[in-house]
């Protein structure tokens, strides 16, 4: 053999060695965000049990306030659909990004729940109401921290699958940009919600 057939070769054997390794990393940091979703669903799935406890509480003290509890629920149901739909693509942009928004709905709906709440006192004042709103907020803490973790295994897997040269792998193979979970699409959003019970 020639040496530059024996360059050949081992250029070749490099190539083919990182084309491997840099496929097997864009597989991996894409496993890890699905493994970040799955701490999401987990605290989300919590989440939507909670919410027809508060609302089937609060029904009481709010007989007349049908719209708003049918509001919270519908959302809920809404925002359980998109996550059922974004646990089965946990890297699929449309879904992410239907979850986000059906979240966003349900968030709205809390927030107005707890609005009408807090006009009546011996609502504020129910051992039950109190427990559940304490569970959900709790919750919804775990939730925004596993929000963080998402995202930036997202940023990883983006940052990994968009760089020259494993852009080459991830083409070639289909490894697409996967969306980050936003609280927020709006300034209105952003405003920080004052709940008091």
């Known amino acids: 053999m020639s040496t530059t057939s024996l360059v050949l070769i081992a250029v070749s ?3 083919l060695f990182w084309a491997v390794g840099a496929y097997n990393r864009l597989v991996r940091l894409k ?8 701490q999401i669903d987990v605290q989300l799935k919590r989440r939507y049990d909670l919410i027809p406890n508060l609302v089937e509480a609060a029904k009481k003290y709010l007989q007349h306030e049908r719209e708003t509890l ?3 629920i ?3 149901n809404q925002a359980r659909t998109a996550s059922d739909a974004a646990r089965s693509r946990p890297t699929g942009a449309s879904e992410v990004m239907a979850l986000a928004v059906a979240e966003q709905a349900l968030s709205g709906s809390l927030a107005r729940l707890f609005a009408v709440a807090e006009a ?4 504020k004042a129910d051992d039950t109401i109190r427990e559940l709103s304490e569970e959900l907020t709790s919750t919804e803490n775990k939730v925004a921290f596993a929000r963080q973790a998402y995202n930036d295994a997202v940023l990883d897997y983006n940052n990994a699958q968009g760089q020259f040269p494993p852009v080459l792998i991830a083409r070639l193979f289909g490894f697409a940009p996967s969306a980050m979970l936003q609280a927020t699409q709006s300034p209105a959003e952003r405003e920080a919600v004052r709940i008091q019970m």
């Open 31 to 38: 496993n890890v965000i699905a493994n970040a979703f799955g």
């Open 70 to 72: 049918e509001a919270v």
């Open 120 to 123: 009546y006192p011996e609502l």
């Open 74 to 76: 519908a959302a809920r």
């Open 13 to 15: 054997a490099l190539l």
